[in-house]
């Protein structure tokens, strides 16, 4: 998705947090933030989304910058079952999900 | 917890042959999806489907590809005559209201040979 930047890589020691960061410093006032992982080729899975404020559900937390020009997906203890590609996607509702080439996140023992 | 099925999980099929991809989608899902991904590439969608019509197509989703959901539970992806280039795995997708995430299947890899 051009509308966020994302590194394309990064480790994270098991059971430590994980900090995965994007940056969509073009979001409009009504797109929200989504993140989805997929674990090796099986399908995508969503994670989490929000719109300003911050969202914790029981797989992730998701922290958005008041601006709302970035944003930061936090796992809070990783596990080897975490390794995967993450995408952070901008999106308006109504309007369909692409993906771009998202973060391979490691989780290392 | 609901899920996507997708069938067959793999098929293989002689290049210009027509393939039938299937989907059952979340029993009260009202947006439908497919998308597909080269191995080694990035996840691409193909079509989105509302209302028992197509919401939106992709560049890649040209005359040999349609789509269909005939008796309100499954959702179909056909592609006429197949080509070597359409191996990929094919992911379906729903979701219920709009503001919400997808739901994925686990895919089914298609190989043309």
């Known amino acids: 998705d051009a509308k966020t930047t994302q590194p394309p890589s990064m480790d994270c020691a098991e059971g430590r947090a994980a900090n995965l960061p994007c940056n969509h410093s073009?979001?409009?006032?009504?797109?929200?933030v989504y993140w989805y992982r997929q674990i090796h080729s099986q399908g995508p899975q969503y994670i989490i989304h929000?719109?300003?404020n911050n969202e914790t559900n029981e797989m992730a937390s998701l922290i958005i910058t008041e601006d709302r020009k970035s944003s930061t997906l936090i796992l809070p203890h990783a596990t080897l079952r975490d390794t995967a590609v993450y995408y952070c996607?901008?999106?308006?509702?109504?309007?369909?999900?692409?993906f771009g080439a998202g973060t391979r996140l490691t989780v290392k023992p | 917890e609901p899920e996507v099925t997708q069938t067959p999980s793999h098929q293989v099929t002689q290049m210009g042959q027509e393939v039938i991809l299937r989907c059952v989608p979340i029993?009260?899902?009202?947006?439908f999806y497919w998308y597909r991904q080269i191995l080694g590439q990035k996840v691409e969608f193909l079509v989105s489907?509302?209302?028992?019509?197509?919401?939106?197509k992709s560049e890649i989703f040209d005359d040999q590809f349609s789509v269909e959901r005939p008796d309100g539970s499954n959702f179909t992806l056909k592609i006429r005559s197949t080509k070597l280039e359409d191996s990929a795995m094919y992911f379906c997708?729903?979701?219920?209201?709009?503001?919400?995430?997808?739901?994925f299947g686990s895919g089914t890899r298609l190989t043309v040979v």
């Open positions: 929000g719109l300003k």
């Open positions: 996607i901008v999106l308006q509702p109504m309007n369909d999900m692409r």
């Open positions: 073009t979001i409009s006032g009504n797109e929200y």
């Open positions: 997708a729903s979701r219920g209201q709009a503001i919400y995430g997808y739901t």
């Open positions: 489907f509302y209302n028992n019509e197509i919401s939106e």
């Open positions: 029993s009260n899902h009202l947006y």
